[in-house]
C-alpha cells in the first residue's frame, strides 16, 4: 500500500507491503473547532481565574508571542488578547525566541502582524521586541535552586502582568512544549539559556514528563521543573494569564485560558490523547517530521527522531525524510551540535561529561542513538558529504530502501511516523 509522509513543502509516497507495514502514526486528528478566533474569544470569556480585562486594567503587561519556529494560527491568537489589553497602563509585546535567530524574516513578520492587529483595536502605548539572547540590556533575578542564573531581557522584567500565548506538542527533553517555554529559553540570556538546557543530559529530562502533568507519577523532569522555578522568579508578584492551544496543521483543535498551571496541564491531557502512542519496537523505521519548518534543517529535524526513536529496536535502522532546505543547523547551532557530531562517536559521548555548551545534548543524543542502533539513513537535500560527516547515510531514493529491507528479509516489520515532531512514542 501506498504511504505518504511530508518532506518541505511536499510529500514523499512510498510503497509498503501490507504484510510488511506494522503501522502509520500520525497524530490522532479529531474534528477541529469552528471559526479559530471565535473558538479563542470562547476560551478568554471563560477563564480560569479572573478576566483578563480585569488584570491589565491600569497595569503594565508583558505579552509573550512564540517566534517563527512555532506552526500556529498566530494572527487568531494576537488577536484573542489584545482587545482585553486596551486599559492597560502599558503593554509591552515580546517575541520569544529564546536562543534562535533573531532577524529572521518569519519574526519580522510576526513583529509586523503585531503592529498591524494592535493598530486595528486602536491600542495606545505598546511596543514590540525581537527577544535576542545575546542582547547586554538584561536584568539579573537571582538563581534557581539547581544554579541557573535567571537573566532576562530588560524589556521583560518589572510587568504587572505577564500573557503567554503557546501552541502546546510533546518536546524531547522539556516534556511538552508550553507556556513556561514562553519564560525560559524566550526571554532569557543565553547563560540562562545554557544551565537549564544542561539539563536535558539527565534521562528524566524527557518527553512525557512535566510538573504540571495531571499523573503525579509523570512529574519528575528536572529542566522543565528549572523553567517552572524561573518562570515563578521572573514574575514574582504579578499575576500570569495564559492562552495555550493544540493545533494541528493551523487547525485549532483545543483551547484554554486564564491561569497558568490549569491550562498547561489541560493541555498536557489533550496532547497525550492526540499524539502519544506506544508501540512494539520493529528492525525499520520511516521517520518525517512533518515538512516545513519541522524539517527546515537537520537541527529542527533532530527532534522527531528524538520523539519516535523507541519504536526501532536495537541494531535496526531508521529511515529519517528531511528535506533540511536550510542546511544542517541555524549559524549559532553549528559548531556544538553539527561539528560535535562528526567528532567519532565515542568522542562525541565523552566530551559532554566535561563542562557543557548549548546544542551539545543535541549531538550527545544523536550520538547515544547512533550507538545502539545500526545506521540512519537520510532522503535530504544536504549533500552526501555533510550528511555522511555526521555519521548518517545520505540516499536518493526512499523507496529503494524499503525495497531493500524487504529483500534483506521478506517478513521485516516497517513502522512510519508523519509529522514526527509533534508525537510522543513510548516503547511496549
Not at 477563564?47 to 508583558?62: E, F, K, M, N, T
Not at 537571582?142 to 503557546?166: E, F, M, Q
Not at 518527553?207 to 509523570?218: A, C, L, S, T, V
Request: aromatic share 6%.
Amino acid at each position: 500500500m501506498k504511504v505518504s509522509v511530508r518532506s518541505g513543502r511536499g510529500e514523499v509516497q512510498i510503497e509498503i507491503p501490507k504484510r510488511n507495514l506494522a503501522g502509520v502514526f500520525g497524530p490522532k486528528s479529531p474534528r477541529s473547532k469552528g471559526n479559530t478566533l471565535d473558538e479563542l474569544k470562547h476560551a478568554m470569556e471563560n477563564p480560569h481565574g479572573p478576566p483578563l480585562a480585569s488584570l491589565v486594567r491600569g497595569r503594565s503587561v508583558c505579552v509573550l508571542v512564540e517566534d517563527h519556529t512555532r506552526e500556529e494560527p498566530r494572527w487568531e491568537l494576537i488577536n484573542a488578547v489584545l482587545p482585553s489589553l486596551r486599559d492597560a497602563s502599558r503593554v509591552q509585546f515580546i517575541i520569544t525566541t529564546g536562543s534562535h535567530e533573531v532577524e529572521h524574516t518569519g519574526n519580522l513578520e510576526i513583529l509586523e502582524m503585531i503592529n498591524r492587529a494592535s493598530k486595528d483595536v486602536g491600542l495606545g502605548s505598546y511596543r514590540v521586541k525581537i527577544n535576542d539572547c545575546h542582547d547586554t540590556d538584561v536584568v539579573n533575578l537571582g538563581k534557581t535552586h539547581r544554579g541557573t542564573p535567571v537573566i532576562i531581557s530588560n524589556a521583560a522584567a518589572h510587568h504587572d502582568v505577564y500573557i503567554a500565548l503557546s501552541d502546546m506538542k510533546a518536546h524531547y527533553f522539556g516534556g511538552y512544549s508550553n507556556a513556561l517555554k514562553d519564560f525560559l529559553p524566550g526571554v532569557c540570556a543565553f547563560a540562562t539559556i545554557e544551565a537549564n538546557h544542561s539539563l536535558a543530559l539527565d534521562p528524566r529530562s524527557t518527553f512525557g514528563r512535566h510538573p504540571y502533568h495531571p499523573d503525579e507519577n509523570r512529574r519528575d523532569n528536572p529542566l522543565a521543573d528549572d523553567m517552572r522555578e524561573a518562570m515563578e522568579i521572573i514574575t514574582r508578584d504579578a499575576k500570569v494569564f495564559a492562552l495555550a492551544i493544540v493545533s494541528d496543521e493551523n487547525k485549532l483543535v483545543w483551547a484554554d485560558a486564564g491561569k497558568l498551571q490549569p491550562v498547561i496541564a489541560g493541555g498536557i491531557e489533550v496532547v497525550d490523547e492526540m499524539d502519544s502512542f506506544v508501540v512494539k519496537p520493529v528492525p525499520r523505521v520511516i521517520i518525517s517530521p512533518g515538512g516545513y519548518p519541522e524539517d527546515k534543517s537537520l537541527y529542527h529535524a533532530q527532534r522527531a527522531v528524538e520523539l519516535c526513536k523507541n519504536a526501532v529496536a536495537d541494531g535496526g535502522e531508521i529511515l529519517l525524510v528531511a528535506e533540511c532546505i536550510d542546511g544542517v543547523a541555524p549559524s549559532e547551532a553549528i559548531e556544538n551540535f553539527y561539528k560535535k557530531l562528526t567528532a567519532p562517536l565515542d568522542e562525541v559521548l565523552s566530551s559532554i561529561h566535561g563542562e557543557y555548551h548549548l546544542y551539545e545534548h543535541k549531538a550527545y543524543k544523536f550520538a547515544e542513538l547512533l550507538k545502539r542502533i545500526s545506521r540512519v539513513r537520510m532522503y535530504t537535500n544536504l549533500d552526501s558529504q555533510t550528511v555522511e560527516a555526521a555519521h548518517l547515510e545520505k540516499v536518493d531514493d526512499p523507496q529503494a530502501v524499503v525495497d531493500e529491507w524487504i529483500g534483506q528479509d521478506p517478513k521485516t516489520k516497517i513502522l512510519v511516523f508523519n509529522k514526527g515532531n509533534k508525537l510522543a512514542v513510548y516503547a511496549k
